[in-house]
């Protein structure tokens, strides 16, 4: 059995994670983003609230530990995640960072939606995000584009995210 000190010693100083996600967009449903509700006509099919991005950041942490996937850890056939605020999954992955001995250095997330449009709300999500990851908001960074009118994004279908994320050992 190997002492703590050991474990510690043997543990990667950094690890890297990426996250997609992506989701169908249907008429009369809550669009939620990076822990926002957004005025849409339009909103996210999922059996959580369908945070996509929150999701894609889930899936980035879990990714960085080798934990598989966030259908793997939250199945959308268990009725304990019906309808879940999203937040609720990402403090989860938090823990499963921090129980390990790490820390969430930063995280990049991109997010392809056409409209609305996503940049006036990009600040809130980021001070939303920063606290439940632990961190300052100079170290979340997001990013929304269009896909000009082009594919499931651009012919207003879906919306997708991808997220990478470093994590460092806590000092
Ligand atoms: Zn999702």
């Known amino acids: 059995m190997p002492s703590l000190i050991r474990i510690f010693?043997?543990?990667k100083k950094f690890r890297i994670g990426y996250g997609y996600d992506v989701h169908r967009l249907e008429e009369g449903r809550?669009?939620?983003?990076?822990?926002?509700?957004?005025?849409s006509d339009k909103g996210e099919v999922a059996h959580s609230d369908g945070d996509i991005l929150l999701h894609a950041l889930c899936d980035g942490l879990l990714g960085a530990l080798a934990l598989g996937d966030i259908g793997t850890h939250f199945?959308?056939?268990?009725?304990?995640?019906?309808?879940?605020d999203s937040k609720k999954l990402l403090s989860?992955?938090?823990?499963m960072v921090e129980e390990r001995g790490y820390g969430i250095g930063n995280v990049d997330i991109m997010l392809r939606l056409e409209r609305p449009k996503i940049k006036p709300h990009v600040n809130a999500m980021r001070q939303t995000i920063a606290p439940l990851l632990h961190c300052d908001i100079g170290?979340?960074?997001?990013?929304a584009t269009t896909c000009e009118a082009m594919g499931f994004v651009g012919h207003g279908d879906g919306v997708d995210a991808s997220a990478v994320v470093l994590l460092e050992v806590k000092e």
């Open 30 to 39: 809550d669009l939620w983003i990076g822990g926002i509700k957004i005025c």
């Open 9 to 11: 010693a043997d543990m």
């Open 139 to 143: 170290d979340v960074s997001i990013k």
């Open 92 to 95: 989860k992955c938090v823990d």
């Open 75 to 84: 199945p959308d056939t268990s009725d304990e995640f019906k309808g879940i």
